[in-house]
C-alpha cells in the first residue's frame, strides 16, 4: 500500500479509501451487502493497508455506519474514518437534513453514536444548502471541531465560487476551513479540471473524488454494463453524464489498453485517476474482496503520458452532474 498525506490535515492515508456505500442493507439498494457480508470485505481492506474509510449518515439510513463501526472495534485509532451530512434523514422531520446549526448538531451525534466513536476524523458536508447561509454553517463546523467532536472539515460536489466562498467565509470570520474536497471525477466525468481542481491545487485542498469507476460503467465492457445487479437497479448512474457525447469510446480505450498490459478494466480506470497528481485518494466502493483486491494492484499498474493522452483523447465537454 502507499500513503500520502491528505492536503493541510497532515494525516497519512491509504492512496486508496474504502467506500461504504454498498455496505448497510439491500432494502435501500439492491447491490448493498448487508453485516455478515460486509465484515469481511473491510477485513481485508485493513489487511491490504488501507486505513481511510468514507461513509455517510444517509447511506442505507444510518446502517453503513454502524457496520463500520463495528468492524472498526478496537482498532479505530488505527483508522481515518470520514462521514458526510446533509441529506434528510427522516420524511417526518424536516430539519433531520440540510446544514442549520440545528442539524449539524443533532446528525453529528447520531453519526458519532453509530459508529462508536467520540470522534470523525473527517466530517464532510455533503452537498451545499442553498437554504443556509454559509457564515452559519461554519460556526457550527467550526464548534463541532472545538468541542473534539469532529477534528477536519470537508466538503463534497459544489460549484467552485461556492467553495472559495466557503473558505473565504472561514478565513474572514477565524473559523476552521474545509481541508478537503471530495467530487465527482473519473475518465468520463472531467469538468471538474475547469474550476474546482485548480482550486484545490491553489488551496492546497485534499481531493478525495468519487465514483471513479463511473459507477461501474469504466469496470466493464459498453455492452455487459446492463448485465450487473447494479447496472439494471441503479437510476442514478443512468443520470450521469457517462454516456453523451464519446462515453463509449472512452469505454473502448480503457477495454483495450487493459487487454494490452494484461490488467482489469477497472484498474486502468482508477490507475488513471491515481496518477492525476491533484488526486490524494479516490474513494472505491466495491461488493467483493476480489474487486478490492484489484483495485490495490492498481497503484502499481504505470501509464505512461502517450497512454493517458490517448485515454484522454476523445473526451468532450458533458453536462455538469453532481451537484447542480
Given amino acids: 500500500m502507499e500513503y500520502t498525506t491528505l492536503g493541510q490535515t497532515g494525516m497519512e492515508v491509504?492512496?486508496?479509501?474504502?467506500?461504504?456505500?454498498?455496505?448497510?442493507?439491500?432494502?435501500?439498494?439492491?447491490?448493498?451487502?448487508?453485516?455478515?457480508e460486509s465484515h469481511p470485505v473491510i477485513d481485508r481492506a485493513i489487511d491490504l493497508g488501507i486505513n481511510f474509510?468514507?461513509?455517510?449518515?444517509?447511506?442505507?439510513?444510518?446502517?453503513?455506519?454502524?457496520?463500520?463501526?463495528?468492524?472498526?472495534?478496537?482498532r479505530r485509532d488505527e483508522m481515518v474514518v470520514a462521514s458526510k451530512g446533509y441529506f434528510q434523514m427522516d420524511d417526518d422531520d424536516?430539519?433531520?437534513?440540510?446544514?442549520?446549526?440545528?442539524?449539524?448538531?443533532?446528525?453529528?451525534?447520531?453519526?458519532?453514536?453509530?459508529?462508536?466513536?467520540?470522534?470523525?476524523?473527517?466530517?464532510?458536508?455533503?452537498?451545499?444548502?442553498?437554504?443556509?447561509p454559509i457564515e452559519q454553517t461554519m460556526r457550527a463546523l467550526d464548534d463541532a471541531v472545538r468541542r473534539e467532536k469532529v477534528r477536519y472539515l470537508g466538503a463534497s460536489s459544489m460549484w467552485a465560487h461556492q467553495f472559495s466562498e466557503a473558505l473565504q467565509t472561514s478565513d474572514r470570520l477565524g473559523l476552521d476551513r474545509f481541508l478537503t474536497m471530495q467530487n465527482h471525477y473519473n475518465l468520463l466525468y472531467r469538468e471538474e479540471e475547469r474550476e474546482m481542481l485548480p482550486l484545490c491545487e491553489k488551496e492546497d485542498i485534499g481531493v478525495i473524488p468519487w465514483s471513479p469507476l463511473a459507477r461501474g460503467y469504466l469496470a466493464r465492457p459498453h455492452e455487459e454494463f446492463d448485465a450487473t445487479t447494479r447496472g439494471e437497479s441503479d437510476e442514478y448512474a443512468k443520470e450521469h453524464p457517462y454516456f453523451e457525447g464519446n462515453g463509449q469510446e472512452i469505454n473502448e480505450r480503457v477495454q483495450e489498453l487493459a487487454d494490452e498490459k494484461g490488467a482489469t478494466m477497472a484498474q486502468i480506470s482508477l490507475s488513471w485517476v491515481l496518477h492525476k497528481d491533484w488526486v490524494d485518494a479516490p474513494i472505491v466502493g466495491t461488493t467483493s474482496v476480489e474487486h478490492l483486491e484489484a483495485a490495490v494492484e492498481a497503484l502499481d499498474i504505470s501509464l505512461s503520458e502517450s497512454d493517458?493522452?490517448?485515454?484522454?483523447e476523445p473526451y468532450q465537454p458533458v453536462s455538469v452532474s453532481g451537484h447542480e
Fill in 308 to 312: 493517458i493522452e490517448w485515454l484522454e
Fill in 53 to 74: 474509510f468514507d461513509t455517510a449518515n444517509m447511506y442505507s439510513n444510518g446502517e453503513s455506519e454502524r457496520i463500520l463501526g463495528n468492524a472498526l472495534e478496537g
Fill in 94 to 132: 424536516p430539519n433531520s437534513g440540510g446544514l442549520s446549526r440545528k442539524t449539524i448538531e443533532q446528525e453529528l451525534d447520531a453519526s458519532l453514536d453509530r459508529l462508536g466513536m467520540d470522534t470523525i476524523d473527517l466530517y464532510q458536508i455533503h452537498r451545499w444548502d442553498y437554504d443556509t
Fill in 14 to 36: 491509504s492512496r486508496i479509501c474504502l467506500g461504504c456505500m454498498s455496505f448497510g442493507t439491500p432494502d435501500w439498494r439492491e447491490w448493498v451487502l448487508e453485516e455478515e
